[in-house]
């Protein structure tokens, strides 16, 4: 069976961790997030996979390549142009993706299953297409209820009885919102959709495609299934995401490593003296990363591999990529730390080069600069004043 992955967009909303990683290469818990779908197709028999990308392109194809590895056939379709030797994307909206796919080779030629490449799920695909069928529906969105003040993220569909689609709303207002009815960019659609998308032109899933078949009267259909739904189209979900995988919350993600306390995981090669530091779980430690005495980790948290805590740093509820080093007293809370930025879990971010505070977060591949301990004291004071 053939399906679609949708990976072309920038993931705007998850900057500044998208400014160097595609939204579905985002790790959770050391593992992108697209190979938690991969596995989620194979596992209900869709072996034939077409990726549309555009940002970033390479980092996507240069990990899963052809999908022997993953037990599926992947493709990929490039959405830009080269640009002076070097690629450019440009993307051309989620169904303007699948139509680019289609006129290249009538690829899709019985149900087809599409999903957005930013979340992790965990849904009976087989039985989702099962009842698309006995509908004898063109295209069925997979719905979930959400708390009202949450709608404008999303598209808001609205059915009548027999689950027939009757309005959809892209990312309306809180008060102009007809339901709290989301659409979870988990999408079935029969061959003949594309007689209701253009060639050759951007065109979006939910803000054309799916209005013009509520004004065609298509077989247009909604289901809503229970099933667990983890999006990280903003940095807030991302961190919840992590906070739920680190809880347990989410049972097709594994944390990886080994339990070495009850609630802490690491990986291999950890440098850490148990009985100097103060480690309260759900935490994950990534490997080759050092934890120096005097140190504090209270979870929810993951370090990534490769990291160094200073002696003294306290890390509470935060999530901190690979290769960082935090200074000695350092005081993390509530934040994340990618690369020279310092993000809040508003999403708020600091530049660590431009604020002068690459002394207190650094690379650990590069020299650590000598610190000022009235500078110190006073960025400490900054990085953890927001959440205290």
């Known amino acids: 069976m053939k399906a679609m992955i949708l990976a072309a967009g920038k993931g705007t ?10 939204k579905p290469m985002i790790p959770i818990l050391q593992k992108p997030v697209m190979e938690f779908l991969l596995e989620l197709l ?6 034939e996979i077409m990726v549309n990308v555009s940002h970033l392109a390479y980092e996507i194809e240069s990990y899963f390549r052809d999908g022997q590895r993953f037990g599926v056939q992947i493709a990929y379709s490039f959405e830009g142009r080269i640009v002076d030797g070097q690629l450019e994307g440009q993307a051309i909206g989620s169904a303007g993706g699948m139509r680019k796919i289609q006129d290249f080779a009538p690829f899709f030629d019985d149900t087809f299953v599409v999903l957005c490449g930013d979340a992790l799920i965990d849904l009976n695909l087989t039985e989702a297409v099962r009842w698309h069928r006995e509908k004898g ?3 069925t969105i997979i719905m979930k209820d959400v708390p009202r003040e949450e709608v404008s993220s999303y ?3 609205v059915t009548d009885e027999s689950g027939r689609i009757q309005t959809f709303q892209e990312k309306p207002s809180v008060e102009e919102a007809l339901s709290t009815t989301i659409n979870t960019g988990i999408y079935i659609f029969e061959p003949e959709i594309f007689d209701y998308i253009p060639s050759g032109v951007e065109y979006d899933i939910g803000s054309e495609l799916f209005p013009k078949l509520v004004e065609k009267g298509a077989p247009f259909y909604g289901i809503s299934m229970d099933f667990e739904w983890v999006d990280i189209g903003k940095v807030p979900d991302y961190w919840h995401a992590i906070r739920s995988v680190l809880r347990g919350e989410v049972k097709n993600v594994e944390i990886p490593g080994r339990e070495v306390r009850p609630g802490i995981y ?12 103060d480690i309260q779980g759900p935490v994950y430690i990534g490997g080759m990363t050092k934890i120096e005495d005097g140190a504090r980790i209270v979870g929810p948290s993951m370090i990534g591999p490769n ?3 200073c002696s003294g740093a306290t890390v509470d509820n935060s999530v901190i990529f690979e290769y960082s080093r935090l200074g000695p007293g350092v005081r993390l809370v509530d934040k994340l730390v990618f690369g020279r930025y310092c993000v809040d879990k508003t999403g708020a971010s600091i530049d660590v080069q431009a604020a002068a505070l690459d002394w207190l977060i650094a690379d650990t591949r590069g020299d650590i600069p000598a610190e000022t301990p009235i500078e110190h004291q006073a960025i400490t004071e900054l990085l953890s004043a927001e959440t205290r």
Do not use: E, L, M, S
Not at 13 to 22: F, G, H
Not at 266 to 277: E, L, M, R
């Open 137 to 139: 529906a063109i295209a």
């Open 307 to 309: 990291c160094h805590i």
């Open 155 to 157: 598209g808001v569909v």
């Open 42 to 47: 194979r596992q209900h028999g869709f072996d």
């Open 13 to 22: 909303r998850v900057r500044p961790i998208t400014y160097t990683i595609p």
């Open 266 to 277: 690491t990986g291999i090669n950890v440098a850490v003296n148990w009985d100097k530091v």
